[in-house]
Structures are given as structure tokens and as C-alpha cells.
T-cell receptor, first 114, second 107 residues
Framework: NAGVTQTPKFRVLKTGQSMTLLCAQD?????MYWYRQDPGMGLRLIHY???????AKGEVPDGYNVSRLKKQNFLLGLESAAPSQTSVYFC?????????????FGPGTRLTVT | EDQVTQSPEALRLQEGESSSLNCSYT??????LFWYRQDPGKGPEFLFT???AGEEKEKERLKATLTKKESFLHITAPKPEDSATYLC????????FGTGTRLLVSP
């Protein structure tokens, strides 16, 4: 099993450009998450999904959109990138079990917006 | 506001020198506390889940404990390969991550 994979690993954007980050998991997990990690701050939740076709806002959703058309994929979109969105983005997933909250993370995407 | 604080921010140990990392939280209604390890340029890797005060979990040289207001990650006789950033996360109504402790173990 590959676990959680993310594409691309690195990207540089100019202000105003758009892009989509792809997350894929092969563990048949229902829950998927997008986080951003910035120096000196804990991981912050951008959006999440509790199943195929569902999405919900997290702590810092502004400037991002998401889609979950297939259970195994969770896409994060930036419509008009801003320098404040320079960060490392992590996708995570977890099973639905009520007794298991641990999340499994992908390797991350390092995004720089100039 | 619910907060999670990890200390110290950074810790340098000699190989074999045992120590502890701290994760304290201000919250009511704790539903779980998680420890993760993060290597440079990689995503966090799950280590432990603790659900109630008094609970302990062990894995190799790591032992996690939980009280009503904090958790400790004890590292016994660390090796250089234990060097990483250790994150804790606390589940209340949402999952809140601390900023991590950067551990460097020198040979």
C-alpha cells in the first residue's frame, strides 16, 4: 500500500495564478483532511471531508476550495494565489471508526507564491 | 481558547541521555491526545494515542504518559535516529496541534 500520496511535491506560483493539489489514499478511509504548516505554528486545518461528495470548512478556509468526487481523492484548489499562501500543505486521512482518531499524513507539498 | 503548548521548543541530547518532552493543554472535554514524529521534509507519522489520565503507551525507546492537564513523551537512551520533531495534538471538539519539539540526538 502506498498510503497517502500528494502531487506535486514542490511548486512555485506567481501571485494571482491558480493550481490544484492532489491527494490520494489507498486505505479506503472515509475522512480526509487538508492542513497547512507554517514556521512557529501548529498544523492548521483548511478543509476536510467525511466521505465522498462531502466537504466542510476548517480553521483557515479562506482562499481555498476543495472537492471529493471520489472516495480515494481529495483535491485542494487555489483560485488566485497570494504570498500568504506560501506554506507546506499536508493531506491526511483516517478511518471512520469511532474509537480511532489517528490520522495518516502524506509527504507534503511545498508551495511558494512570489 | 483551547490551547496546546509544547516544551521545550528544541532539545539537544547526547546519545544515551534520557529526557522528556512536554505537551500541556487547556481544555475541557479531552477526547484524545496524539503524539506524532515528523522528519525534515516529510509528513507527521503517528506514534501514540492516549485517551484518559493515567494511561501509558510504549514503543521501543519512547513512552507516552497522560495526566489531566499534560502529557509527557519520555525518551530512554535515545539514539541519533530518534532525531526529529515531535508533535502532539489534542482532540476536543476539534483537533489542535502543538508547534512541536525539535529533538537532536548527537552520537
Amino acid at each position: 500500500n502506498a498510503g497517502v500520496t500528494q502531487t506535486p511535491k514542490f511548486r512555485v506560483l506567481k501571485t494571482g495564478q491558480s493550481m490544484t493539489l492532489l491527494c490520494a489514499q489507498d486505505m479506503n478511509h472515509e475522512y480526509m483532511y487538508w492542513y497547512r504548516q507554517d514556521p512557529g505554528m501548529g498544523l492548521r486545518l483548511i478543509h476536510y471531508s467525511v466521505g465522498e461528495g462531502t466537504t466542510a470548512k476548517g480553521e483557515v478556509p479562506d482562499g481555498y476550495n476543495v472537492s471529493r468526487l471520489k472516495k480515494q481523492n481529495f483535491l485542494l484548489g487555489l483560485e488566485s494565489a497570494a504570498p500568504s499562501q506560501t506554506s507546506v500543505y499536508f493531506c491526511a486521512s483516517r478511518p471512520t471508526s469511532a474509537s480511532s482518531y489517528e490520522q495518516y499524513f502524506g509527504p507534503g507539498t511545498r508551495l511558494t507564491v512570489t | 481558547e483551547d490551547q496546546v503548548t509544547q516544551s521545550p521548543e528544541a532539545l539537544r541530547l547526547q546519545e544515551g541521555e534520557s529526557s522528556s518532552l512536554n505537551c500541556s493543554y487547556t481544555v475541557s472535554g479531552l477526547r484524545g491526545l496524539f503524539w506524532y514524529r515528523q522528519d525534515p521534509g516529510k509528513g507527521p507519522e503517528f506514534l501514540f494515542t492516549l485517551y484518559s489520565a493515567g494511561e501509558e503507551k510504549e514503543k521501543e525507546r519512547l513512552k507516552a504518559t497522560l495526566t489531566k492537564k499534560e502529557s509527557f513523551l519520555h525518551i530512554t537512551a535515545p539514539k541519533p535516529e530518534d532525531s526529529a520533531t515531535y508533535l502532539c495534538a489534542v482532540l476536543f471538539q476539534k483537533l489542535v496541534f502543538g508547534t512541536g519539539t525539535r529533538l537532536l540526538v548527537s552520537p
